[in-house]
């Protein structure tokens, strides 16, 4: 059922391309279904888009796509960027950063005119916070890191045996999250953190959730 309202929410995120766009291409299981739709576009209605990847996972897989990629150093504006989300509340604060790549997201995002997410339905809650935050940072600041989160109320857990693109670290953290747009700035202002998966400055102004077979799309 999960997969089959990833596969929904993906897809139709797609027919928000339009020709000539310069597209951010977010990163994960839901987005890899955008990935396809888009490349079919682009074989079948011959689409000339120009995408920046947020990982070398969806830059490998739109690569085998045959989706044409760039970087932020040929284009800083970013009609539209598709990502998805580990949480949605009702106000489109979000968690992302299951996969580790929240870092590069947050700059694509904040690049964009645009910022669709797609999500399958269990993704939305009443409030963020069941999931617990990324939160990227340096190793060589490793001890202080985990003492200034416990301060403002964390618990973070390392995640093991992984290193982000940027050759980095990351803190699964579980916060109480009572005002989201607040935790995002305090978790970054700790010496070391390179960027948290709480993405309440960016929010998109559109989700598209996939319920099976079918999809919703909330706009703000
Ligand atoms: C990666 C992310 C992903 O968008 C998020 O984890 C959702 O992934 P999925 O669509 O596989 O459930 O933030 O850093």
Redesign the pocket.
């Known amino acids: 059922m999960n997969e089959e309202s ?1 596969k929904t929410a ?1 897809e139709a995120s797609a027919l928000f391309v339009e020709d000539g766009m310069v597209l951010g291409l ?7 279904y955008a990935l396809e739709a888009i490349a079919k576009r682009i074989k079948e209605e011959g689409l000339d888009v120009v995408a920046l990847p ?2 070398k996972s969806t830059e490998e897989l739109a690569s085998s796509l045959g989706i044409k990629l760039s970087s932020l150093k040929e284009y800083s504006d970013i009609d539209l960027c598709i ?4 949480e949605v509340d009702e106000d489109f604060n ?9 870092t590069r ?1 947050k700059i694509i995002a904040s690049a964009s005119k645009k910022f669709i ?4 339905e269990s ?1 939305m809650v009443e409030k963020i916070g069941g999931f617990p935050v ?1 939160v990227e940072f340096l190793g060589f600041g490793k001890r202080l890191v985990a003492n200034q989160l416990h301060r403002i109320g964390g618990d973070p857990r390392l995640r093991g045996s992984f290193e982000t693109d940027n050759g980095n670290l990351i803190f699964d953290t579980k916060f109480y999250i009572d005002d989201p747009l607040s935790l995002e700035d305090r978790i970054n202002s700790i010496p070391g953190v390179l960027e948290n ?1 709480i993405f309440s400055r960016r929010r998109p102004e559109r989700v598209i959730v996939g319920r099976g077979e079918k999809h919703e799309i909330i706009e703000k």
């Open positions: 990833k993906g977010g990163t994960g299981s839901t987005v890899k947020t990982s990502d998805g989300a580990d979000l968690i992302k950063g299951g996969g580790g790549a929240h997201e997410v797609v999500v399958d993704k990324a998966g």
